[in-house]
T-cell receptor, first 110, second 115 residues
Framework: QKEVEQNSGPLSVPEGAIASLNCTYS??????FFWYRQYSGKSPELIMS????GDKEDGRFTAQLNKASQYVSLLIRDSQPSDSATYLC??????????FGAGTRLFVKA | ETGVTQTPRHLVMGMTNKKSLKCEQH?????MYWYKQSAKKPLELMFV???????ENNSVPSRFSPECPNSSHLFLHLHTLQPEDSALYLC??????????????FGQGTRLTVV
C-alpha cells in the first residue's frame, strides 16, 4: 500500500515566522512531488512541484526533497494570516496515480 | 478561475436518483481525473482518462460511471448512491506525456450530499 503521511496539525505559527510542513512517503520509486494549498470549502491549488533532491525556492515558499530519507517538506517564510489553509503533499511514482496525504492544517496568528 | 470548470457546485440527491457531474477544462490538457474528498481523509483517485481513454479505475463501485467524450470534457454519472458517498468530488486535468509526472489543476468541486 503506497502511502503519503502528514501530521494533521493544526500547526500554529505567529505572523512573520517560518512555517515548516513535513511529509513522508513509502514508495521509493516516487519521482514527482507536489505541494497543494486548500482553503476551507475550496479546491486544492498547486503551489510547488519538485523532482530532484535539494531545495527549490519560489517567493516565500521553499520545497525540500530528500529521496534517500523519503521526505519532502515545505517552508513558508514570513507567514501571513492568508497562508492559513490545509497543505496537501502529493507524490507520483509514475503513471497517472498521484497519491495525496491527508493534509496539514496551518494557522497563522496575526 | 483555474481553467477547470465543474457543475453543479452543490448537489443533493436521494438514493434512488440518477444525476451527472460535469467537468470541462480549457487548458488544452490531455489527461483528466475524478477525485473524491471526504472529511478528514486524503484525496482518493477514482478515475483517470488520458486522451479520452480510461487508464485508471481505482476499484470504484459501479454506481459511479465515468464518461469522457473528448479530452476537454469529463462526466461522472451517479445512480443508487449511498449516504457514505456524500463528499466533495473534484475534477482535475494535467498535460501528461507518458509518466503522469506533471502538475494537476483542480476544478472547484461538486459538494454532493446523498439523503
Amino acid at each position: 500500500q503506497k502511502e503519503v503521511e502528514q501530521n494533521s496539525g493544526p500547526l500554529s505559527v505567529p505572523e512573520g515566522a517560518i512555517a515548516s510542513l513535513n511529509c513522508t512517503y513509502s514508495d521509493r520509486g516516487s519521482q514527482s512531488f507536489f505541494w497543494y494549498r486548500q482553503y476551507s470549502g475550496k479546491s486544492p491549488e498547486l503551489i510547488m512541484s519538485i523532482y530532484s533532491n535539494g531545495d527549490k525556492e519560489d517567493g516565500r515558499f521553499t520545497a525540500q526533497l530528500n529521496k534517500a530519507s523519503q521526505y519532502v517538506s515545505l517552508l513558508i517564510r514570513d507567514s501571513q494570516p492568508s497562508d492559513s489553509a490545509t497543505y496537501l503533499c502529493a507524490v507520483n511514482a509514475g503513471g497517472f496515480k498521484t497519491i495525496f496525504g491527508a493534509g496539514t492544517r496551518l494557522f497563522v496568528k496575526a | 478561475e483555474t481553467g477547470v470548470t465543474q457543475t453543479p457546485r452543490h448537489l443533493v440527491m436521494g438514493m434512488t436518483n440518477k444525476k451527472s457531474l460535469k467537468c470541462e477544462q480549457h487548458l488544452g490538457h490531455n489527461a483528466m481525473y475524478w477525485y473524491k474528498q471526504s472529511a478528514k481523509k486524503p484525496l482518493e483517485l477514482m478515475f483517470v482518462y488520458n486522451f479520452k481513454e480510461q487508464t485508471e479505475n481505482n476499484s470504484v463501485p459501479s454506481r459511479f460511471s465515468p464518461e469522457c467524450p473528448n479530452s476537454s470534457h469529463l462526466f461522472l454519472h451517479l445512480h443508487t448512491l449511498q449516504p457514505e458517498d456524500s463528499a466533495l468530488y473534484l475534477c482535475a486535468s494535467s498535460q501528461d506525456r507518458d509518466r503522469g509526472d506533471t502538475e494537476a489543476f483542480f476544478g472547484q468541486g461538486t459538494r454532493l450530499t446523498v439523503v
